[in-house]
C-alpha cells in the first residue's frame, strides 16, 4: 500500500490530486491454454515420443507459474518503484524514442510504488493509481508479461486504463476498466484500451514517441506553435481521419490537407527560396501522418492517445 511520510496509507486525493488511472489485465485464452497447452504432442507432431503431457503436476506448475508473476512478481515491483532496471527494460521497447523516455521517467511524474493493489491473483489483477504512472506501469507490465512467458505467441495480455478523478466510486472506475478490457477482447485481444482508444501493444511506442514530442514541444518551447489550442485542432483532423476510416465518408479525408495547411502556415516558417528556417523537427514529425496510408494501425487513426496524454499532463494541476 503506497504510504505518506508519516507512514499511513495514502488516500486517492493525496495520491493523485487530478486524475487516477485504473486498471483491470488478464491473460488470454486460458481456458483453451489449460485445454489444449498440455495435449498429447503425439496426436500433433509426427516423430514425436507419444507421451501425455496432461497431468495434474504439470497444470499445477503452469498455474503455480502464471501466479506467481501476478503475485510475487508484481508485489516486489512495486515496492522497488522505478528502479534504474526498469528503465533500462523500458528503453528496449522496440521503436521506443530512448532519449526522450529516459528524460521522461526521470522527470518525477512516474512511481510504481504509488499504486494500490485491489486484487491480483490467477491470470488477472485490478491496479489504481496516479494516471500518468498507470501507463508507464501498463507498458512494463506487458513487456515483462512477455519476456517471462519467452514471448509465446498464445500467451498474450489485454488490458484497459480509464482515468477518473480522485472522489469518483472507485466501483465504478473498475466496471468502466473492465468494459474496456472487453473492448481489448473483442478487437481481437493482445490489447490494451485506453482515451477510448484500442491499439495492439506493439503498436503503442510509437504512439508513446507522439507524446513524448509533442509534450516536449509544450513544455520547453513557446515559440514552436504547438499549443494546448493547436492539440485541439489535431484532435478535430484526427476525428476527421475517424469518419473516414469508420464511416466510410469521404470529406473526411480533408483532414491531410487541412492538417498540411495547419502545420505549414501556423508551425514551421520558410525563406524565400523554399527553405525550412524553423520547424524542421515539427515539419518532419507531421509529414509522417500526412504522408502515412490511412488504415485502423496508422498514426492518426490511433492520434487520441499522444493527443489526450499531452493534454491532461500540461493542464496546471497536472505538471509534476
Not at 504522408?291 to 494501425?297: A, F, L, S, Y
Amino acid at each position: 500500500m503506497p504510504l505518506d511520510d508519516e507512514g499511513n496509507i495514502e488516500d486517492f486525493e493525496n495520491l493523485a490530486p487530478d486524475m487516477l488511472g485504473v486498471l483491470k489485465a488478464d491473460v488470454d485464452n486460458m481456458g483453451l491454454l489449460f485445454h489444449k497447452g498440455l495435449q498429447n504432442p503425439g496426436r500433433l507432431e509426427k516423430d514425436t515420443e507419444d507421451v501425455d503431457r496432461k497431468s495434474v503436476a504439470r497444470y499445477l506448475t503452469m498455474s503455480r507459474m502464471i501466479d506467481l508473476f501476478f503475485c510475487s512478481w508484481l508485489k516486489e515491483t512495486l515496492k522497488k518503484g522505478v528502479s534504474d532496471k526498469v528503465i533500462v527494460e523500458l528503453l528496449m521497447l522496440e521503436g521506443i524514442d530512448s532519449d526522450r523516455l529516459s528524460n521522461y521517467l526521470k522527470s518525477g511524474a512516474i512511481d510504481f510504488r504509488k499504486i494500490y493493489t485491489v486484487y491480483s491473483a490467477g491470470d488477472d489483477l485490478v491496479l489504481v493509481g496516479p494516471w500518468q504512472t498507470m501507463i508507464i506501469f501498463t507498458i512494463y507490465l506487458n513487456q515483462q508479461f512477455r519476456k517471462y512467458t519467452a514471448n509465446n505467441e498464445w500467451f498474450t495480455l489485454s488490458a484497459g486504463l480509464t482515468f477518473v478523478k480522485p472522489k469518483f466510486p472507485i466501483s465504478a472506475a473498475i466496471k468502466q476498466a473492465d468494459g474496456l478490457l472487453n473492448d481489448s477482447k473483442k478487437a481481437g485481444k493482445d490489447r490494451i484500451t485506453l482515451f477510448g482508444t484500442t491499439v495492439a501493444w506493439e503498436n503503442l511506442p510509437k504512439l508513446v514517441n507522439s507524446h513524448l514530442f509533442l509534450n516536449e514541444k509544450v513544455v520547453s518551447d513557446e515559440n514552436t506553435g504547438i499549443n494546448t489550442a493547436f492539440l485541439h485542432r489535431l484532435f478535430k483532423y484526427h476525428q476527421m481521419a475517424l469518419s473516414y476510416l469508420d464511416e466510410n465518408k469521404i470529406e473526411g479525408v480533408k483532414y491531410v490537407s487541412a492538417l498540411s495547411y495547419d502545420v505549414g502556415r501556423n508551425i514551421v516558417k520558410w525563406d524565400k527560396d523554399g527553405k525550412i528556417t524553423k520547424g524542421k523537427a515539427e515539419y518532419e514529425f507531421f509529414q509522417h501522418l500526412i504522408n502515412e496510408k490511412p488504415c485502423k494501425d496508422c498514426s492518426i487513426y490511433n492520434f487520441k492517445i499522444p493527443l489526450f496524454w499531452t493534454l491532461y499532463r500540461n493542464r496546471k494541476d497536472s505538471r509534476p
